[in-house]
């Protein structure tokens, strides 16, 4: 093993920890150095962390408690027809590990995150709760101006929470600059994976992406930068696999053990919508020099992913998918859903007509953040897998 | 989103139960089927019956057809520009009640349209694909223009995201902030109306080729404030003991006028006229609302409802409270389409964008789930309840998630406990009556052990 190999899996396994640490040291060790400073929780899929770490806080994006974490009181709140992530949330909530966080953001995802904003605060009545609209009218001079207006009173009271400072036109600038930076980072990484995939596997990616949740943005930035070169100096040889796009993960996550069994049933998976929120808005090389709130609230009208979540007629999200697949080369796409997840799955008869159309197959299964059992899963994509290949010899 | 029955038309299923009946206090449960009609009643049936009969002549008659949802509907501005609404959430509804929603949601379902996702929306995929007939047997017309005015559920958005490619017709969004804190805020509502001014009413007006007269749209929205006056009237009877009306079961159908097509036209103005006139015979001589089987001879529980009701089943389930003498005497789901019991009406501000701004905004379903808390202890203690039940509707996030939070915060800030019930509104796969029965039963007896005890 070099030592290469060895930086790169030393990464990872910082990473993986960070991921097991459902109790937030790395917040806690955080605020030990920056006291006084007010954590703030973010809810999925996107909110701009930008303005959260403007404002002197640290943003920490909250996932759900995955498969790690035993469901008591959460599911008293939630009927069985609700997806999980919520539950999950409210576990951690109501378990106490959530304590590092001094406010928390509910961004308008769907129905479910929005209600949860609710629950929040009749649950947690003395934390700070704030629900972020995002604009599904994306004309600048209406929902830019009012989704200007909404993060600018936000700023104001994010600036208000003990320790926190009103983001100004300087630290707000720099917030921007810095994130701008990550997201480059990370579309380095996700390009890499594209070329790549048997030297940046799924998990570690993921893992590595994912420790952007809750870490300082200057460190996680350094923290991929690092991981990728580390693994690009891997000396791996690609194995005879299809290689595939994950579809609908955007928000509840899957278990690591269902990622580690679609790449370990002959699968290279070379792009994913997991923790969407990290890349939500496109990295640009454009440098902005005006009003940074300005600048943030047109990154979200004209930057922004495609995404399920956010309105968008005209069929276009079945061409996005068809772009990917035919950019990254793959073979064929992978919809993973969380069962119940409306956003997800409303959207799926259109994408998959649109796969059809474009003679591009795909595979469909539902999962929970605490799915324990891959054998069908595994048996499935090892399928998808040698027909693929079957197929594209034929 | 849920909706008001606007049944009642020819080829309908028999309606669940008349409005009002004159009849006295004594009633046999299983009463003639040849049940006596008000005169209200008849007449949101000739209301619905001439519409249908007008959207069905659309084409024809070079009117122009709006596909839009009841909450936040803009009916008075589709009138204003000279088209037609339809519901889609109500032509889903009636399609249950008529026992023929389980087919087309099978049908969305085996053109892959999945199991956990809402029903309403497979339920009209479902009858897109087999042939789009409407509640009267005749084909509704495709849409010129889909006006995704999206209040209090994002389903909505995907909704008509899928319409719009099965149609590609043009589409109008109107995104409505919600009240995530229990206010309006300026920003808010001018958000609302600047859309208004500059996405939908230039829509509205190139796909009719008319434009929208701001004048003639202000006095449509008086006019369904009048209306709304008269609602709200009918609504508060319930207060009285016992309450001449069941306000959710039958409340479904008071508010069907005004949830839909028919606000701000006279027909609705007077159809409210003539229901507040019915109720308050009923109210002076003491009487009970009419209930499937005739009206209730005893009122021996009051009850608050949250959510929808099931509409496959919908006499079924009414039944169930009705054997028991439950009445309900107020209920959340008669305010999807807005909550005038809490002040607002149509018109009040001047400005008709900002009016219907304010209405958009104040729909049930964008409250804050505190907000609703409030709403329903409200009712519990206004409407003198002895309990509140939930029907929780797997189809729907916007209204579900939080419900059993919410069970709890109502009964700490009412002392009233709480039952709760799961059900679906248009997929009769998730309606069990063996179920529901027990449960409401069981419910209402711990409730009248609670009161014996009292
Ligand atoms: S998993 Fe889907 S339904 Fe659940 S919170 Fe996330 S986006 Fe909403
Ligand atoms: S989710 Fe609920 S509110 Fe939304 S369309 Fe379905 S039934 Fe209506």
Redesign the interface.
């Known amino acids: 093993m070099s030592s290469n190999v060895t930086e790169a899996d030393e990464i990872v396994r910082r990473c993986e920890a960070l991921y097991a640490d459902l109790s937030l040291s790395a917040v806690k060790s955080w605020q030990a150095s920056h006291p006084g400073r007010p954590a703030i929780g973010l809810l999925p899929i996107y909110v701009p962390r930008e303005l959260v770490h403007a404002s002197g806080a640290l943003p920490v994006s909250i996932l759900g408690g995955g498969d790690q974490i035993d469901i008591v009181k959460g599911d ?4 069985s ?2 997806c999980h992530l ?1 539950r999950s949330t409210v576990e951690l909530g109501l378990q106490g590990r959530l304590e590092a966080l001094d406010g928390f953001v ?1 961004p ?5 995150i ?6 929040w ?3 947690f009545p003395g934390k700070y709760v ?2 972020l ?1 995002l ?3 994306m ?1 600048p ?3 830019g ?2 989704y200007r ?2 993060l600018e009173a936000l700023g104001a009271e994010l600036g208000r929470l003990p320790g926190g400072n009103a983001p100004t036109t300087e630290s707000l600038a720099t917030s921007v600059r810095l994130y701008e930076e990550n997201r480059r980072a990370l579309a380095t990484l996700r390009q890499l994976r594209a070329e790549a995939p048997w030297l940046v596997p799924l998990d570690e990616s993921y893992l590595v992406v994912r420790a952007g949740a809750v870490l300082d943005v200057e460190e996680h930035t350094e923290l991929v930068r690092a991981y990728a070169a580390a693994a690009t100096r891997r000396r791996r040889k690609a194995e005879d696999r299809i290689r595939v796009v994950i579809a609908g993960a955007f928000c509840e996550q899957p278990p690591l053990g269902l990622l580690r069994t679609i790449e370990r049933s002959g699968c290279y998976v070379v792009d994913d919508d997991l923790f969407l929120g990290a890349r939500w808005i496109q990295p640009t090389e454009a440098e902005d020099r005006g009003d940074p709130l300005t600048s943030l609230a047109l990154a979200y009208l004209n930057r922004s992913v495609v995404a ?2 956010r ?5 276009l999200r079945g061409e996005d998918l068809v772009r990917q697949v035919r950019e990254k080369r793959a073979d064929g796409v992978i919809f993973a859903a969380p ?5 997800a ?6 994408l ?1 007509k649109a796969l059809g159309e474009a003679s591009i197959p795909f595979i469909t299964f ?1 999962y929970a953040e605490n799915t324990g059992q891959f054998q069908a899963i595994r048996e499935q994509a090892g399928t998808f897998s040698d027909s693929i290949k079957l197929w594209g010899e034929g | 989103m849920k909706l008001p029955i606007t049944e009642a038309t020819a080829n309908a299923a028999p309606p669940p139960a008349p409005l009002a009946r004159a009849a006295s206090q004594v009633v046999q449960r299983d009463a003639s089927p040849t049940v006596q009609k008000d005169a209200s009643m008849d007449r949101q049936k000739a209301m619905l019956a001439g519409y249908f009969s007008e959207l069905a002549h659309a084409r024809e008659t070079g009117r122009k057809v709006v596909y839009t949802f009841v909450p936040g509907n803009l009916t008075e501005l589709i009138r204003a520009a000279g088209a037609l609404g339809v519901y889609p959430e109500v032509n889903a509804l009636q399609s249950a009640m008529r026992q023929r929603s389980d087919g087309f949601v099978r049908e969305a379902e085996r ?4 199991e ?3 029903s309403y ?1 497979k339920c009209d995929v479902g009858m897109l694909a087999s042939g789009n007939i409407g509640p009267t047997g005749e084909k509704l017309p495709p849409p010129d223009l889909l006006l ?1 005015s ?1 209040t209090g ?3 909505f ?6 319409l ?2 099965e149609y590609g017709c043009e ?1 109008a ?3 409505v ?2 009240q ?2 229990g206010t309006v805020t300026e ?2 509502r001018r ?1 609302v109306a ?2 208004l001014a ?2 939908v009413i230039p829509k509205l007006e190139k796909v009719t080729g008319r434009k929208v007269d701001l004048d003639e749209l202000a006095e449509l929205l008086r006019r369904s404030g009048r209306a709304e006056d008269d609602l709200v009237w009918v609504l508060d009877s319930a207060k009285s003991r016992p309450s001449p009306i069941d306000a959710y079961f039958g409340g479904v159908y008071y508010v069907g006028p005004i949830f839909t097509a028919f606000r701000g036209t006279e027909d609705c103005e007077g159809y409210y006229h003539d229901l507040r006139g019915e109720v308050a015979a009923r109210l002076a001589r003491r009487e009970g609302p009419v209930m499937p089987n005739g009206v209730l001879a005893e009122e021996r529980f009051r009850i608050v409802v949250e959510g929808p009701p099931n509409w496959t089943h919908f006499r079924d389930f009414w039944r169930i409270f009705y054997d028991e003498g439950a009445v309900v005497v107020a209920s959340s789901y008669t305010k999807v389409g807005g909550l005038y019991d809490q002040g607002f009406r149509h018109g009040q501000d001047r400005d008709p964008l900002l009016s219907l701004a304010d209405y958009c905004l104040g729909c049930y379903t964008n409250h ?3 907000a ?2 409030e709403l329903l202890s409200s009712y519990v203690r206004d409407f003198g309840a002895d309990g509140f039940v939930i029907n ?1 509707l ?1 189809s729907c ?2 209204f ?7 069970m709890r ?1 109502v009964e700490k800030r009412t002392g009233v406990p709480g039952g709760f019930i ?1 059900t679906d509104l248009v997929d009769p796969r998730y309606y069990s009556q063996a179920n529901i029965k027990n449960r409401i039963e069981s419910y209402l007896q711990m409730i009248a052990q609670r009161k014996a005890s009292a």
């Open positions: 008293a709140c939630f009927q027809y609700i919520p509910f308008s995802t769907c129905d479910v929005r209600n949860l904003s609710g629950i605060q009749l649950l704030r629900y609209d604009p599904q009218a004309d001079s209406t929902g101006e009012f207006r909404d399920s979540t309105y968008q007629p005209d069929g069962s119940f997840c409306d956003p799955l409303l959207d799926q008869p259109p998959q539902k | 053109l892959g349209h999945n956990d996702v809402c929306v995704l999206y559920c994002f389903t958005l995907k909704w008509f995201e899928l719009q490619k589409i969004m109107l995104h902030p919600y995530a804190d920003d808010m958000y600047k859309q500059t996405e804050s789930l505190t609703r808390v929780s797997k996030n916007s579900s998630v939080g419900q059993l939070v919410m915060e799961e």
